[in-house]
């Protein structure tokens, strides 16, 4: 069955999928800093809109508070949040060289089809658009998760963070018409104080270590030192010990 | 429990109580009331070692078996305890000891209550008490969880005897090593143990001698069980830790340590492989044997190699352990292969050396002691003429050293004899390697029984006889009657046992009844004047008559020869002429053991050093000339670093893991979870 | 009861003319070599008046000597004197043998030459501590070929008591056992290696390079040394007759009856002059050799007597 | 208001105060005060339930078995214990500096308000809200781990919030999966959805396995991070290592039991849905890794806390091991090991901090002759290494027997890198512990104000564990390990 056999409101539901996934390549390929913050607020705003579209259709009346918390999270506080601290720290216009982007798209194409994969053994179960949903979601996850590992910048690291819980949100939305309302403001509750850590720590990091650049962050690294082997167990024992 | 059959069981409490009560008294021996340690403590430590030899004595002669419940340990598993012959037997060793000890023990602890050595009493007495109630626990325990409680506290409480003069790095480098080995042994014994229970369905000792193993499975239990319980023992290769261990500690303890620890890893093979596993197989006694032999000779050719005094003495305990091994061994083959009366003889023979070796072990490391306490030198090189200083201490070394050397009328020489018979017996096998195998590991304990003679020559000869090497022991003096009446007792009974073996034997016989239902009915058919383990015509030793006969000599010889003759006359040695002769010219230790150094060489990593010192002159001549010579033992170079190496190596690879690097970390757990993923779906 | 006096007095006897006999053996052994060198030889009583004299000679002792040096020729000779007390030499089946088994006579030479050792390093002299250091190592490698070989006959006659076996073979009528052929050379290298002769040791050499057993007793006299020279002729005639009674047992008493202890005694004293002689001539016709290639020659007399083992675990039993 | 709610809000409301009162020295009392009464409580609570079985809140909300009671009991009771360790420690870390008044303010309160989301965690019903206390926990610790704000603490920090925020992350995914699977079967609408009890009840089968499985991949990830499982583990020493030492025992002695707990609440819905034993052996793998990995990390180690928090992780690894065996016995170990191991390893960085304070630095090669110098802290610390390295008579001895027992029926050959992981971490920790304990100690080392109470207690009781488990105890264990493998091991 293709997408021609839906009804409308799955057709959306996927189109906004594909945006959202589309929006999280962006992410991994957007190298500057403002552009990147604002792609983390088309996706959030994304993330909003479908959920106001799935409260429409199946009528849950806390989805709504749920769209207006991550509108107010996802689309303004943070990044705003990110925005000030970006000019505060000087660095809006900072653009970090991402080592072999063509690679890393491919890569996140990899992890759209992984991720098609893993979806595969639950279509049993749901229909179409809630499959590919989830995968889609999955995906986002993914793709959050491989833009942490490819970024040097911290702030990059806190968007990836971010874009993470934003696919997770998808999920939960489409495919369960979001979390109980108790949940929902305790994640809420619980992201606010994440970001507003960021920020404290931005400032520290800069302080401590003069950049956001995690990649200078191994102080606690332990793969320089090392025992020497003359200790194995002791030196052979003398005939007399001292 | 009926109160009379119970009664050994309860005076096995007492003792344990006793020893629970000298750890409390010696808390208190703060370093201004140095009394609780010397006498409270020692005191308790006196009435434990009476009352286990009264439970163990009891369990023997009444041949009882006594079992008890605990309300200790697990929800399911309560705390079994039982006393039966077996560990009525090592209970009297045990005790034995400890009485010896704590007479010992008050003057010795003495140096460490004031001078340089001292040190905080609390812990000696305190860790020597847990050190006690560790083996007294683990000899009556009956289930493998209390076993284990007990042998770990054995061993842990050992480590910080052995680290209590912990100044030295070399002492904590022994403790490390020993504790180490001691908790690998354990985790290896678990699981023996782990396999008993797991055929058994429980963690009881009844529930594991019900238990029918395979063959397969019973050999696997047998090589854990032997493998850790010979770390304990000290067995070769895997004896390095006890050379190392016992002479840092305190001299009593070391006393304790070869005298009594050691034997309870014999205790656990013979418990485990007779009693538990129960059908033993004579493959198993073929390893033992060959393993055994391996000890006793390298132990006592590393013996010969050492000048420290109690060095030696723990070289030596791994040979003593080697010559038990092979009695063991001997009766598992014959059993393994039908001949109960063998096996029994060759059991007997091994629980006779454990036995004689407590004693006569303990009695030379309580001389050694005595040495220590008077002359603080542990190196033989610096003694020399200590016979004239403290004869006592002297004459009991000497009936320690004599005993060991396996001589006759001395205790060492019965068991060793004992082994001898076993291994005579060999044509009985049908097997014809076993029968040429077994006469030659008798040969070897002849060498050894040679080179432990030869060694113990050096080792009173050096450190007693001759002219003293240093001014100190020049000026040493007798020790207290205390350590002499510790060192009396077992001096006495080494030979009381080696006088009356038949007594010995026929007190024995409710442990072989218990182990492999049979015993020696022979062995004292001729009365107790005349041992005759298999058959009056097969052999037959007479230890009363050859006392009588050194007597005799020695009477005839006072009234025939000394008496009326003319006082004997004093004078110089026989100096060649060359004027006076000085101390520094006699033979040293590494001297007298140079010509087997030279036969034997390539048992021993010896690295030998001369450096001369010529002044330059038209003719050269020597003026200063240094030798020294080191020994090393090779199972140390080649199984114990070459492992801790490669953990270490292992160790520093790994550090990979943790870059620093954020980056890396996240990738870390990306794949995990991408690989979980894979794997699901 | 009456048989068991007469015995255990038999037994008496027995050993007494042992240990009288031993320096005899000495004397005559002295003799035949002084004849075989063409030097003028002494009495074949000559030991007895040495002893004699020694045991009436003043006592001198070093100064260092303690109470172990006094104490050691007694514990030597009474060893000895256990030791002869136990072998068989005119009859078999003597209760004194029940005292000590092969092992136990090895213990007791094990037992006197502990503490001649000790006695050597008692002065404190270089010569004693050389004596007993190569002294142990010499018997560290003697005692078990030693007993390797008496391994090999008390498995043959399934016992290690002495008379016991004695009798076996001497009612097992010749039988010709490869085993014992090797035991016998075993045994007799030991004897010469353990009673300290050419080419091991030199008894009658005081150079110190060459000296074994007589540098631990350089520093006695008087009686003392007296005791010890006798303990030692007595070692090496029990040597002689444990080879006798193993491998030429004929002759020896079996009953008590006064004819056939006269036949034994004549028997023995036959057999031994000719073993005296063998070794008289074994011993002139070799050179002393140098320490460290004595080990050589106990590791083939080891050899020897595992390939006795060997012979008869293969070839006579068929296991 | 009942005492479960006591135990919550005192807590919630002790931080909130202590927030205000700050810095001054009352508020090292009142933070003891606090601890005293929340254990009080909990213990209180736990009497109840275990004389009249599981309570669930009327809000459905709550819902307190014996599983999460003793955990209960035992976080309050590590929180206050370490509470009054660390009352004089920030005192002397506020006199050397290390510490300002602002910092010591919020040390108090977050020290409260973490032990609220844990005990949160611990008696809350919902999937949900386990996980948002989770990641409050997360948040809290994020700000002590960071107290001292030197470059390194920073680092620690940020490594922590962004790994453990990460694996939170997966986690939530989990949730909302189970959320999913729960909602397809239960139908939609409903708010008890996600609720523990519910899902426990209607798992029997009819959970979707697939979705279960895809959920539980989620959940270990995520909570495996917290639970500091090789190789997602990589934040949890520099975490240790870099906060005040009362972090580092609450953090080791309760943190990681309380994600371990989730663990197995996710689990125990898992093996009810599925009936492979797939959960089980995840678990397994990932214990036994995390168990031989982190005992070679031992070895190479030279900052004394963070080698005991490697010693953490090897002891997370073996209970995860025990817990993935499943069966009685091991469950009962795993069970109890936990209970060791938090008494434990919390009484050892009580030790080591006071060593540290002793020693003026962290650096073990620099720790020398405690015993001498301070004799209550070089025994306090022999003997915490003595109980951790599994020693009898303490107690961790007995759970590791246990689950030994427990491997060597059912996986016998597993007991091989169990013992070789065991006989290494050994070496591990003594060649590092005995130098800093024994040994003639460096000039001018003074003894430091050291309150060993805590000490004194906990390795008390982890004695008594290993002598004899007291009768009502044993029916804790044993009702819970009933309710995780189905069986009793008596």
């Known amino acids: 069955m293709g997408i021609a056999s839906l009804d409308l409101y799955s057709q959306a539901i996927v189109l906004f999928a594909a945006l959202a996934l589309f929006t999280s390549f962006i992410m991994l390929a957007q190298a500057r800093m403002m552009p990147l913050i604002f792609t983390f607020a088309w996706q959030g705003l994304l993330l909003a809109v479908v959920t106001v579209l799935v409260a429409l259709v199946s009528n849950h009346p806390h989805l709504y508070i749920s769209a207006a918390l991550t509108f107010a999270l996802k689309v303004v506080v943070i990044p705003w949040l990110l925005y000030r601290l970006s000019v505060r720290l000087g660095m809006q216009y900072d653009a970090e060289a991402i080592a072999h982007p063509t690679l890393l798209l491919l890569g996140g194409v990899a992890l759209v089809i992984f991720s098609y994969h893993v979806a595969q053994s639950i279509v049993h179960l749901s229909g179409l658009a809630t499959r590919n949903t989830i995968a889609v979601s999955i995906a986002i996850e993914l793709l959050g998760m491989l833009l942490m590992c490819a970024r040097k910048s911290a702030v990059a690291q806190v968007i990836g963070f971010m874009s993470m819980e934003s696919g997770i949100f998808f999920a939960a939305v489409v495919s369960t018409y979001g979390m109980p309302l108790i949940v929902e403001l305790g994640v809420a509750f619980d992201i606010l104080v994440a970001s507003i850590l960021f920020g404290v720590f931005f400032f520290h990091l800069r302080d401590s270590f003069g950049s956001l650049d995690v990649g200078q962050f191994n102080r606690l690294s332990e793969a320089n030192q090392s025992m020497p082997l003359r200790e194995a167990a002791g030196e052979p024992s003398a005939g007399d010990p001292a | 429990m009926s109160a009379t059959d119970g009664t050994p069981l309860l005076l096995a409490y007492a003792a344990v109580a006793c020893t629970l009560l000298s750890g409390v008294v010696s808390l208190f021996a703060l370093r201004r009331y140095p009394g609780f340690l010397h006498f409270g403590s020692f005191l308790f430590l006196f009435f434990s070692g009476a009352a286990s030899i009264a439970a163990g004595g009891w369990t023997l002669l009444a041949n009882l078996t006594v079992n008890d419940r605990l309300g200790f340990g697990l929800p399911w598993l309560a705390w079994h305890v039982r006393i039966d012959p077996l560990s009525g037997f090592f209970l009297v060793l045990l005790g034995t000891l400890l009485v010896a000890i704590s007479l010992y023990g008050p003057s010795y602890t003495r140096e460490f209550a004031r001078g340089p050595a001292a040190q905080p009493l609390p812990p000696l007495g305190v860790f020597t008490a847990l050190f006690v109630i560790g083996m007294q626990g683990l000899l009556i325990a009956d289930d493998a969880l209390l076993f284990m409680i007990f042998w770990e506290l054995m061993s842990l409480s050992g480590y910080f005897l052995v680290v209590y003069q912990h100044q030295h790095a070399a002492n904590r480098h022994a403790a490390f090593i020993y504790l180490l080995l001691a908790h690998v042994g354990a985790l290896v014994i678990l699981l023996s143990f782990g396999v008993l229970a797991a055929f058994g369905g429980g963690l009881t000792f009844d529930a594991m001698r019900a238990a029918r193993l395979t063959p397969l499975w019973a050999t696997i239990a047998f090589g854990c069980a032997f493998a850790g319980f010979g770390i304990k023992s000290g067995m070769v290769p895997l004896h390095v830790w006890l050379p190392d261990a016992h002479p840092v500690a305190p001299s009593h303890i070391s006393a304790l340590m070869s005298g009594a620890m050691i034997k309870m890893g014999i205790y656990g093979i013979v418990r485990l492989s007779y009693d538990l596993i129960g059908d033993v197989r004579w493959e198993w006694g073929v390893v033992v044997l060959i393993i055994g032999t391996a000890s006793s000779v390298l132990g006592v050719l590393y013996a010969l190699m050492q000048h420290d005094l109690k060095r030696l003495l723990a070289y030596h305990s791994i040979e003593n352990i080697g010559i038990i091994l092979m009695g063991l061994g001997l009766s598992m083959i014959f059993l393994g292969s039908g001949h109960r009366m063998l096996g029994t003889l060759g059991l007997v023979a091994a629980l006779y050396h454990t036995l004689n070796h407590a004693l006569f072990k303990g009695l030379l490391f309580l001389g050694a002691g005595s040495v220590l306490y008077r002359t603080h030198a542990r190196d033989l090189d610096q003694m020399g003429g200590l016979i004239h200083r403290m004869p006592v201490t002297a004459f009991l070394f000497l009936i320690g050293c004599v005993a060991i050397s396996a001589l006759p009328p001395f205790n060492g020489f019965v068991s060793e004899w004992l082994t001898f018979q076993t291994a005579l017996q060999a044509p009985a096998l049908t097997n014809g390697l076993l029968r040429t195998m077994i006469p030659i590991a008798a040969a070897l304990l002849a060498l050894t029984g040679a080179l432990a003679a030869a060694c113990f020559v050096k080792a009173f000869g050096i450190a007693f006889l001759g002219k003293p090497r240093t001014r100190r022991v020049a000026r040493a003096r007798e020790v207290p009657a205390g350590m002499q009446g510790g060192m009396g007792l077992l001096a006495l009974l080494c030979l009381l046992l080696g006088v009356l073996p038949t007594t010995v034997i026929e007190a024995m016989a409710p442990i072989t009844q218990l182990l492999v239902h049979a015993a020696l009915p022979s062995a004292a058919a001729q009365g107790w004047l005349w041992l005759t383990p298999i058959s009056p015509t097969v052999a037959s030793y007479s230890a009363p008559f050859v006392v009588a006969a050194i007597v005799v000599v020695f009477g005839l010889g006072y009234l025939f020869l000394k008496r009326g003759a003319v006082p004997a006359r004093r004078a110089y040695a026989w100096d060649c002429g060359f004027g006076h002769l000085t101390q520094r010219m006699q033979y040293t230790s590494t001297a007298f053991s140079q010509p087997i150094r030279r036969v034997f060489a390539g048992v021993w990593k010896v690295d030998e050093h001369i450096d001369t010192l010529a002044d330059a002159g038209p003719v050269p001549r020597v003026t200063s000339l240094h030798y020294s010579v080191h020994t090393h033992d090779w199972s140390w170079l080649w199984c114990y670093v070459p492992i801790g190496r490669m953990v270490l190596a292992a160790a520093n690879r790994i550090g990979f893991i943790q870059t620093g690097n954020i980056h890396t970390y996240l990738k870390f757990s990306f794949v995990t979870l991408l690989a979980f993923l894979w794997i699901v779906s | ?319 | 208001m009942t005492l479960l709610e006591v135990t919550l809000l005192v807590p919630l409301l002790g931080g909130v105060l202590l927030a205000i009162v700050g810095h001054r020295p009352v508020a090292g009392w009142i933070n003891v005060a606090v601890g005293v009464v929340t254990f009080g409580a909990a213990l209180a609570m736990a009497l109840e339930v275990f004389a009249d079985g599981p309570q669930l809140s009327p809000s459905r909300m709550f819902y307190i078995d014996a599983f999460n009671v003793y955990l209960v009991v035992l976080t309050a009771f590590v929180g206050l214990t370490t509470s009054i360790f660390s009352r004089p420690y920030m005192r002397h870390e506020v006199e050397r500096g290390r510490v300002t008044d602002r910092r010591l303010r919020l040390y108090h309160s977050m020290y409260q308000c973490f032990l609220f989301s844990m005990l949160l965690a611990l008696s809350t019903n919902n999937l949900g809200v386990l996980w948002v206390a989770m990641e409050l926990a997360t948040l809290t610790t994020v700000l002590l781990v960071s107290l001292y704000r030197t470059p390194e603490a920073i680092e620690a920090a940020w490594k922590y919030f962004i790994l453990c925020g990460v694996g939170i992350a997966q986690a939530l995914f989990g949730t909302v999966l189970i959320y999913f699977a729960a909602e397809s079967k239960l139908g939609a609408g409903r708010d008890d959805t996600l609720l523990w009890t519910v899902l426990h009840d209607m798992a029997g089968g009819s959970l979707d396995p697939a979705v279960i499985t895809l959920a539980f991949v989620f959940l270990l990830v995520g909570y495996g991070t917290k639970v500091g499982l090789v190789p997602l583990h990589n934040w949890l020493p520099d975490a240790h290592s870099e906060g005040p030492t009362p972090m580092s025992a609450v953090l080791s002695g309760l943190l990681l039991n309380v994600a371990l707990y989730a663990l197995v609440r996710v689990k125990m819905l898992v093996d009810a849905s599925l009936h492979t034993n797939l959960a089980g052996q995840l678990m397994m793998g990932f214990g036994l890794l995390s168990f031989t990995v982190a005992g070679l990390f031992l070895h190479r180690q030279h900052d004394v806390k963070r080698m005991f928090s490697y010693s953490s992780i090897e002891h997370m690894g073996l209970i995860t091991f025990g817990f993935g065996v499943g069966g009685p016995l091991a469950t009962f170990g795993a069970l109890l090991h936990m209970t060791v191991h938090s008494l434990t390893k919390s009484a050892i960085f009580v030790t080591v901090g006071h060593a540290c304070q002793l020693a003026g630095t962290q650096r073990i090669d620099q720790i020398r002759g405690l015993i001498r110098t301070q004799p209550a802290i070089g025994w306090g610390l022999l003997l915490g290494t003595v109980a951790i390295a599994g020693f009898p008579p303490f107690g961790v001895f007995i759970s590791e027997f246990l689950l030994l027992m427990a491997t060597m029926k059912s996986w016998p050959w597993l007991t091989i890198p169990l013992l070789a992981g065991f006989g290494v971490a050994f070496a591990g920790l003594f060649r590092h512990m005995q130098r800093m304990v024994f040994g003639e100690p460096p000039p001018g080392q003074k003894p430091v104000e050291a309150n060993m109470l805590p000490v004194v207690v906990h390795l008390a009781l982890v004695l008594w564990l290993g002598l004899a488990i007291p009768g009502f105890l044993s029916r804790w264990f044993e009702q819970a390990t009933i309710l995780i493998s189905g069986a009793s091991p008596l």
């Open chain 3, 1 to 319: 009861m009456d048989s068991q006096l007469t015995a255990w007095a038999l037994a008496a006897a027995q050993a007494l003319l042992f240990i009288a006999a031993a320096p005899l053996l000495a004397g005559w052994l002295q003799r035949v070599k002084c004849h075989m060198q063409n030097r003028a030889a002494p009495t074949v009583w000559q030991p007895y008046r040495n002893l004699s004299k020694l045991l009436r000679k003043r006592m001198l002792l070093a100064q260092n000597a303690s109470w172990l040096f006094r104490a050691v020729p007694y514990i030597v000779f009474g060893a000895m004197l256990l030791a002869a007390a136990v072998v068989p030499l005119i009859a078999v089946r003597l209760p004194s043998a029940a005292i000590a088994d092969m092992i136990v006579l090895v213990g007791f030479f094990a037992l006197a030459r502990f503490f001649t050792a000790l006695a050597g390093l008692d002065i404190g002299t270089a010569f004693g501590g050389m004596g007993a250091s190569r002294e142990m190592m010499v018997s560290a490698l003697a005692e078990p070929a030693m007993l390797m070989a008496v391994f090999t006959l008390s498995m043959t006659a399934s016992t290690t008591n002495l008379s016991v076996a004695t009798g076996y073979i001497l009612e097992a009528g010749l039988v010709l056992r490869p085993s014992f052929l090797f035991a016998l050379l075993a045994l007799a290298m030991v004897a010469v290696a353990e009673s300290s002769r050419v080419p091991v040791d030199n008894p009658a050499t005081h150079l110190e390079l060459t000296m074994l057993h007589e540098a631990m007793i350089l520093e006695y006299g008087g009686r003392h040394l007296a005791l010890i020279e006798w303990a030692s002729q007595i070692k090496l005639m029990i040597y002689a007759v444990l080879i006798v009674d193993f491998f030429f047992p004929w002759g020896i008493a079996t009953g008590f009856g006064a004819k056939a202890l006269a036949v034994g005694v004549m028997a023995v004293a036959a057999k031994l002059m000719l073993l005296a002689v063998l070794l008289v001539v074994w011993e002139t016709v070799l050179a002393k050799m140098r320490l460290f290639r004595v080990p050589q020659f106990l590791g083939f007399s080891f050899m020897l007597s595992l390939l006795a083992m060997l012979t008869h675990v293969v070839l006579e039993t068929g296991g």
